[in-house]
């Protein structure tokens, strides 16, 4: 096989086979086929696309090109849930241990995050003593015996799609659904789960800004990974605002307590629900969508949802009263209001620029190198479609300094208040195949 061949063949419009994939996969991840050759396949990519076959060939190409997790040890049918990214994104902090109770094993890879706040990881060292430096052999005893377990993403998973997703950003084809989707899928699939429950967000905050290529790329990964043997499905939601009130590591972990206690935000909630609901169906749990609803919601109420959250935290060297006293996580020294200048409806709240601002602050890496302050962060007071009086604080600037005068300049472009204004709808479709 000749590269310059298959690239010819892709630039033409015909349909690769699986072991041209395969040897195009490896051996860009061996060095054998240089960056030019890939770009130009990738461009030939970006404009051709690829068939529903190929996506699952390429996808399960890059799985192949370095290690799989293997979670057989494990009893249950495991289930992994995907965000693309947003802003308070704190769904896997309550979904983690709401799944669980419900007797949903959650044996979760998370990483750190890059950009507004930090990821998963992140947040949960918010809690002291916390940590995911698991062996395998813990890992695997913890989810057994307590049904939750969260370790660090692994050095050599899917070696393939980091080359290649690096080299996509430097040659215009990140905008590309089967490339898109066949990465994404690749890292979930070789983190070993069974079933995967995808959240594609939509919206200013989200990577996908409109929604109809949202649902492509929904209808995309839940493609592949049926095609494979995952049973997967999607919910589209909205990321024109941030999700929940919360915006930063320690201020998120609070929130999810609340969730876990019945008392946090609608949206936050709502879309815990619809991702959870999907997570106990598939994980076998309940019989039908609605039951599986019913499940979750009688374990927030009855604070089992919280005690598992507890257990999870203790069990990784956590100290678990911070589901009690919340005030034990980190606290900024500073709490600055955000007044409104003007009465009227919150017709806007622009999430990517209010992630931006919270970053400033410290509460998102600029780069891998950057030191996040747990600490800082920005609550919203109002949403979407609330009404506002002058003077009413907008947002809780949680601060390490007095000094924010940028960030306020930031919030007052990215809020938006005007005669009248609705709340945007939150879950704007589910994709079963």
């Known amino acids: 096989m000749r590269m310059v061949d298959l690239i010819e063949k892709k630039r033409d419009g015909h349909e690769l086979s699986e072991e041209e994939i395969a040897f195009i996969i490896q051996g860009y991840t061996n060095g054998d086929?240089?960056?030019?050759?890939?770009?130009?396949?990738?461009?030939?990519?970006?404009?051709?696309?690829?068939?529903?076959r190929e996506r699952a060939d390429l996808t399960m190409a890059m799985v192949r090109s370095g290690d799989s997790i293997d979670l057989s040890d494990i009893e249950g049918i495991k289930?992994?849930?995907?965000?693309?990214g947003g802003v308070g994104d704190t769904t896997t902090l309550v979904l983690a241990p709401l799944v669980a109770a419900a007797g949903v094993p959650v044996a979760k890879m998370s990483g750190r995050g890059?950009?507004?706040?930090?990821?998963?990881?992140?947040?949960?060292?918010?809690?002291?003593?916390?940590?995911?430096?698991?062996?395998?052999?813990?890992?695997?005893?913890?989810?057994?015996?307590?049904g939750i377990a969260i370790i660090g993403q692994s050095g050599n998973l899917t070696p393939a799609d980091k080359k290649l997703y690096a080299l996509r950003d430097v040659t215009a084809t990140v905008d590309s659904i089967p490339l898109i989707a066949s990465s994404i899928m690749s890292k979930k699939i070789a983190a070993g789960a069974d079933a995967i429950v995808l959240d594609v967000k939509t919206g200013a905050g989200a990577f996908m800004k409109d929604e109809q290529d949202a649902r492509e790329l929904a209808e995309a990964m839940v493609a592949i990974g049926n095609e494979v043997g995952r049973k997967t499905m999607a919910v589209i939601s909205d990321?024109?605002?941030?999700?929940?009130?919360?915006?930063?590591?320690?201020?998120?972990?609070?929130?999810?307590?609340?969730?876990?206690?019945?008392?946090?935000p609608a949206d936050l909630l709502d879309l815990c629900l619809a991702l959870g609901r999907q997570m106990v169906y598939l994980g076998g749990k309940a019989?039908?969508?609605?039951?599986?609803?019913?499940?979750?919601?009688?374990?927030?109420?009855?604070g089992a949802a919280l005690d598992k959250f507890k257990e999870f935290i203790a069990?990784?060297?956590?100290?678990?009263?911070?589901?009690?006293?919340?005030?034990?996580?980190?606290?900024?020294?500073?709490?600055?209001?955000?007044?409104?200048?003007e009465d009227?409806?919150?017709?806007?709240?622009?999430?990517?620029?209010?992630?931006?601002?919270?970053?400033?602050?410290?509460?998102?890496?600029?780069?891998k190198e950057s030191e996040i302050d747990l600490s800082v962060?920005?609550?919203?007071?109002?949403?979407?479609?609330?009404?506002v009086k002058a003077g009413d604080s907008l947002v809780t600037i949680h601060a390490s300094s007095e000094d924010v005068a940028e960030v306020k300049e930031r919030l007052y472009k990215a809020i938006r208040v005007a005669g009248s204004a609705k709340a945007p709808v939150l879950v704007r479709g589910i994709v079963t195949e």
């Open 114 to 146: 890059l950009g507004h706040t930090g990821g998963t990881i992140d947040k949960l060292e918010a809690v002291e003593g916390f940590h995911v430096e698991l062996t395998k052999e813990d890992f695997t005893r913890l989810v057994n015996e307590h």
């Open 33 to 52: 086929i240089p960056d030019y050759q890939i770009s130009a396949w990738a461009m030939a990519i970006f404009f051709r696309d690829m068939s529903r």
């Open 287 to 302: 019989a039908s969508l609605e039951e599986a609803e019913d499940k979750l919601r009688a374990l927030i109420a009855s």
């Open 377 to 387: 962060g920005l609550v919203l007071n109002k949403k979407v479609g609330d009404a």
């Open 239 to 264: 990321m024109s605002q941030p999700l929940g009130l919360a915006i930063g590591n320690a201020l998120e972990v609070k929130e999810a307590i609340d969730t876990l206690r019945g008392e946090g």
């Open 344 to 367: 009227g409806f919150v017709a806007e709240i622009t999430a990517d620029a209010v992630g931006t601002a919270a970053m400033i602050l410290g509460a998102g890496r600029a780069t």
């Open 315 to 341: 069990n990784q060297g956590g100290n678990p009263a911070v589901a009690d006293n919340p005030e034990l996580l980190p606290q900024a020294p500073y709490r600055i209001e955000l007044p409104s200048k």
């Open 79 to 84: 289930v992994d849930k995907h965000s693309t």
